[in-house]
């Protein structure tokens, strides 16, 4: 009693001070901190703390002790005080905004400072009810409607399409809303109602709604309209070539999308069902003109296209395998007509020519595969014809010459023909060597060591024909014998050929002689007797012919 009555005396006698009111807002449910003094450090002299409402006393705390709970109505469980001298309030509902005062008594003051509880809470959720089941272009329609329940303040509803928020315009957009508050809980529901009037562009739109930092599920809509127009479309990776197939694809822009479709193929009419293209296959050059489309319901509602298919012919003569014999002539005819400008490229054996062979007067080196290649664009024709050139074997040349080591000697039979040449000899030898065939020709050479002066053949020949021609050979004793006579012995050698030459010239000029005086004496003996000219004629003749034959045999006796 006595303490109690001091106190009251105390508190008569001290000077009241009320700070300026704070705010504090806490979240429904929770645990509520309301700070006393701002969250001030206790004063030093601090005697006693105190927390109060309009309604009654909460709790008291003496310098150094525990608080006290004085409360008997509904806060007698549901407060308490930190360490800071905060008033801490559990359990947090719309009841609990009022005012709450914290009282301290420091030394001779006594301080008040109120401060003013406010609860909030934000909306359950946000959703979108009551959608529309399609949105038609130009018709005011209830996209839906957007709730927000359970809050406090009441929710402020905004609308979104594709993120951009949605402003009413009393037009095309109209928003009504209205707030619903429980009468248990305090809380409200704000629902938002959104008419709107749709346009090409919202096919495939997402609307949301949203309140306060929560946002409703994206919802879209189908959006109807009727088709306005209708195009055709020609898939292809390039120009179209005859052999490709075409897809013809029709497009519009109503929706729901038109699924039936009359393409117009060539003057004639495919009904499509269910599906946007149609495939046309395997085009030529006729298929070029004119292709439309249009929606069934409305034949007027159309597109049409120029569709030019490409196309490349060629052909060439002769083809296949072509046999000539040497020294004929080929004609090549090379046709082309195409729908573009054409490049024309030849090779023979898979070597490039510069221009279309001529085949005037054909060699063996003609023979080989020729092939033609004409393109246009990514247009590809070929052409080929294997030209094979025949005729009997020719011996070129046949030739002789003493081999290196002075031990042998070294013959060469060059020929030409086709089929390829057999090269026989007629002796035997040593280290065959054969060219390779090539353009019709061949070498073949063969060592030999002669003991005695030969006469060596050489032999070519295939399934058409043969060719023989003869060589002299001497021994290599000869020839060594005529080398150890020296440089001396080479100008008597060329001494003795000349003699000889001129001696046999001589021998002509004698017999040539002898023959005119013979001829002279018989004329003038027939002048004589009276004989005819003609026996004369005829000895003359035989006369004539022992001289050639002479001539031949001393001319065969020369050896070089």
Not at 10 to 18: G, M, R, T
Not at 198 to 208: M, N, Q
Not at 277 to 306: F, L, P, Q
Not at 355 to 364: A, C, E, G, N, S
């Amino acid at each position: 009693m006595h303490f109690s009555s001091c106190l009251c005396t105390l508190l008569v006698a001290l000077v009241y001070q009320v700070s300026a009111m704070d705010t504090v807002i806490g979240l429904y449910g929770e645990t509520v901190e309301v700070p006393c003094n701002n969250g001030a450090p206790k004063p030093k002299d601090l005697f006693i703390t105190k927390w109060k409402y309009d309604n009654g006393d909460l709790l008291t705390q003496l310098k150094d002790q525990d608080a006290s709970v004085i409360a008997t109505d509904k806060y007698k469980d549901r407060v308490s005080m930190a360490e800071n001298s905060s008033l801490l309030i559990a359990k947090a509902s719309l009841k609990d905004e009022k005012t709450f005062t914290c009282m301290v008594v420091a030394g001779a003051d006594i301080s008040e400072y109120p401060v003013k509880l406010l609860i909030h809470k934000a909306p359950t959720r946000v959703e979108i009810t009551a959608l529309a089941t399609e949105l038609e272009i130009g018709k005011p329609t209830q996209l839906g409607q957007c709730s927000a329940p359970d809050a406090n303040p009441a929710a402020n509803i905004t609308w979104f399409k594709n993120k951009k928020h949605l402003v009413a315009d009393g037009k095309g957009i109209i928003i009504s809303s209205k707030v619903n508050v429980d009468e248990v809980t305090g809380l409200t529901t704000t629902s938002s109602t959104l008419q709107y009037t749709a346009e090409k562009g919202d096919t495939d739109a997402l609307f949301t709604c949203g309140a306060l930092n929560a946002l409703s599920s994206p919802v879209s809509f189908t959006v109807t309209y009727p088709t306005e127009r209708v195009s055709l479309h020609v898939i292809s990776k390039g120009p179209l070539m005859e052999g490709d197939n075409v897809t013809l694809k029709c497009k519009a822009d109503g929706n729901p999308l038109p699924t039936s479709f009359n393409f117009h193929i060539q003057r004639k009419v495919v009904k499509v069902e269910n599906s946007d293209s149609y495939t046309v296959t395997d085009v030529t050059r006729d298929s070029t003109g004119e292709y439309k489309c249009s929606i069934i319901d409305n034949a007027k509602m159309e597109d049409s296209k120029n569709i030019t298919i490409n196309y490349l012919d060629m052909s060439l003569s002769p083809s296949g395998k072509v046999m000539k014999s040497a020294g004929e002539s080929l004609a090549l005819n090379l046709q082309t007509d195409a729908s573009g400008e054409l490049r024309v490229s030849w090779t023979k054996d898979n070597g490039k020519l510069d221009k279309m062979p001529k085949f005037d007067k054909l060699t063996y080196s003609d023979s080989g595969k020729y092939e033609v290649v004409v393109t246009m664009g990514a247009l590809i024709k070929k052409a080929s014809f294997e030209l094979v050139i025949e005729g009997i074997p020719v011996i070129r040349r046949l030739a002789k010459q003493r081999g290196e080591d002075g031990q042998h000697k070294v013959l060469t039979c060059e020929a030409e023909g086709s089929p390829k040449p057999t090269v026989a000899w007629s002796v035997n030898g040593t280290s065959a060597d054969e060219s390779p065939y090539v353009n019709g020709k061949i070498s073949h050479k063969l060592t030999i060591v002669p003991t005695v002066n030969l006469t060596v053949v050489c032999t070519v020949s295939n399934e058409l024909g043969q060719d023989t021609r003869a060589i002299n050979v001497s021994t290599l004793f000869e020839e060594v014998r005529m080398d150890k006579q020296g440089s001396s012995d080479d100008s008597d050698t060329t001494k003795l050929v000349v003699g000889v030459i001129v001696g046999l010239l001589l021998a002509t000029v004698v017999v040539g002689l002898a023959y005119w005086l013979y001829m002279k004496k018989s004329k003038q003996g027939s002048w004589k007797t009276g004989e005819k000219e003609d026996g004369s004629t005829e000895e003359s003749k035989k006369l004539e012919e022992k001289i050639e034959e002479k001539l031949e045999e001393n001319s065969q006796k020369v050896e070089v």
